[in-house]
């Protein structure tokens, strides 16, 4: 199995990831881990996109993060993609338990510096609007082939998480 996990900060990609990798035995990658160092320096854009080849051309991954110039490359390979289009609010909610846990800096779960700003929060705020239609677009285009699954709650990420590990155990 090869899922794709893509949503707003705070819309739980590290979580769901996390407990898929876990229950189906197959690597999970944060693309912020690979993305940035931790003092919030950035690859090259050339070398992010050939990481990502190598990761895709596995048998079993599971890969959480955005990053829409190099999304066709997780869509194109992915047999599950999950978009976790959740409300804003939500979203901030999410950012503020995380911090809470962590206390933000490095020891975010990803191992990624956990940087928020007025600029985050913006991006957070507008994500469904600005972002959702080229998220949208580009698993049309590119993930024909896989089980797409767009997710509008923690409760039913939850769900589809149960349903997956519960479809992948039975051999389905």
């Known amino acids: 199995m090869r899922i794709a996990i893509i949503g707003c900060g705070g819309s739980g990609k590290t ?10 035995h197959a690597p999970v990658t944060h693309l912020d ?27 079993h991954w599971v890969i959480d993060g955005n990053y829409a110039s190099t999304l066709p490359i997780r869509l ?31 020891n975010d779960a990803t191992g990624v510096y956990d940087r ?23 698993i049309a285009e590119h993930a ?4 797409v699954h767009i997710v509008r709650s923690r409760c039913a990420a939850d769900l589809l998480v149960d349903e997956i590990i519960r479809t992948a155990d039975s051999g389905g």
């Open 33 to 59: 881990a690979v993305y940035y160092d931790d003092e919030w320096n950035t690859l090259p854009k050339e070398k992010f996109a050939a990481l990502q080849e190598e990761m895709v051309a596995r048998d």
């Open 15 to 24: 979580t769901v990831g996390r407990r898929l990798a876990e229950a189906l």
């Open 116 to 138: 928020v700003n007025w600029g985050f929060i913006k991006y957070v705020w507008t994500f469904r609007r600005t972002m959702g239609p080229r998220v949208r677009k580009l």
């Open 144 to 147: 024909t082939h896989a089980n």
């Open 76 to 106: 194109r390979r992915a047999t599950t993609v999950i978009f976790l289009d959740l409300s804003p609010m939500t979203c901030l909610t999410g950012i503020a338990q995380r911090r809470l846990r962590y206390g933000g800096g490095q």
